[in-house]
């Protein structure tokens, strides 16, 4: 088997520029906040989306993105890739949809007589699959290998994905007509679900505005959109939040938290041990985003429903009772004592 020579450059060149004083860290967080006015350029009203992606980056995570059509979910994703210097692509997720479509497959050359492979899209920086629960869940499988180890097995072969590499999913509410729900362990694997609201009264003119002066949502260029930070400096800002610091005392209340998910009545499958340490993450690189050198109490409190809405499962009494899980985990942050 043979694969096409394609250049990545090693995780480990790229976290050698890690910043080495305050003012460093200082530019590169003056840095991803010029990335999240670049996206605005062309996306509106979604700024806690746009701050969701850079954790996860951050943070080397997954993002569900879960919205109706039509509010710049696919556009939020190909703006940050275009700010970012990141190479994207993009698979509709469609019933027919093959694993093999994903991940690529084997295809015999003729000429030289053996299997040579061709890559599947999933060789990105982020793939953004647009969709993704209106695929069985055969399909939806086929990226767990690629989510967890970061590769992709082909005839006993491994072959490493491109660094950075986050999968950017998006998806319809489970009540659309032919959406498929995705498998708990695939869904363990999102370090964030982020919910993209219909903006505003306010923000949706400005959409229109935007479009009546002719604004193209496929010439990101043409919108003024422009590249502010590249892999180096993005491999420098994910090494630093590596180093943020993290109490015993804020560790205990993560699982506490957690343990508090998994004995509430209306809950059936709380957070698991995979919840916590994502959380840990994602607290972490929200925490140096907002300055900080250590976790506090206020950074977990921040980050606790976009990481773990997706991972607690209700009963199916209190759905029925229109119980959320966004209330559930409000109510156990509101239950478990902070440490002071």
């Known amino acids: 088997m043979t694969t096409p020579a394609t250049p990545i450059t090693p995780a480990d060149s790229l976290a050698a520029a890690v910043p080495s004083t305050a003012e460093d ?29 850079i954790i996860a980056l951050l943070a080397r995570g997954h993002v569900l993105l ?3 059509p039509g509010v710049a979910k696919t556009l939020l994703v190909r703006t940050l890739s275009h700010a970012l210097s990141l190479d994207t692509k993009r698979i509709q997720f469609t019933p027919d949809l093959m694993p093999g479509d994903v991940t690529g497959s084997l295809i015999y050359d003729a000429r030289a007589g053996e299997f040579e ?15 993704i629960n209106r ?35 998006t998806m319809n509410p489970i009540e659309y007509e032919g959406t498929y729900t995705l498998p708990e362990a695939q869904l363990d694997r999102f370090l964030l679900k982020l919910v993209l609201e219909v903006p505003q009264r306010v923000d949706e003119i400005e959409v229109l505005r935007r479009h009546a002066a002719g604004f193209n949502p496929r010439d990101l260029a043409g919108a ?36 508090a998910t998994r004995t509430s009545p209306s809950v059936k499958l709380g957070v698991s041990p995979r919840g916590t340490t994502a959380l840990l993450a994602a607290t ?45 985990l409000r109510g156990v942050l509101q239950q478990v004592q902070v440490p002071i």
Do not use: C
């Open 117 to 131: 492979f061709r890559q599947g899209p999933v060789f990105t920086n982020i793939m953004l699959a647009d969709e």
């Open 66 to 68: 879960e919205g109706v």
């Open 224 to 259: 003024g959109v422009s590249a502010v930070l590249g892999q180096v400096e993005l491999a420098a800002a994910q090494a630093a939040v590596a180093r943020v610091g993290s109490s015993a005392d804020v560790l205990a209340y993560i699982v506490d938290l957690a343990r």
């Open 135 to 169: 695929t069985p869940p055969k399909t939806q499988s086929a990226l767990l290998e690629a989510m967890e180890e970061r590769q992709v097995s082909v005839d006993g072969e491994s072959l490493k994905l491109p660094e950075p590499f986050i999968v950017a999913a």
């Open 284 to 328: 972490k690189a929200w925490a140096w985003l907002s300055g900080y050198d250590s976790i506090t109490p206020d950074h977990v409190q921040a980050m606790a429903l976009p990481v773990w809405r997706h991972r607690v499962q209700l009963r199916p009494e209190a759905e029925l009772e229109g119980v959320s899980v966004d209330a559930i």
């Open 25 to 53: 860290a200082a530019a590169l967080r003056a840095a991803l906040n010029r990335v999240r006015l670049e996206v605005t350029k062309a996306v509106v009203g979604q700024d806690g989306a746009v701050t969701g992606l």
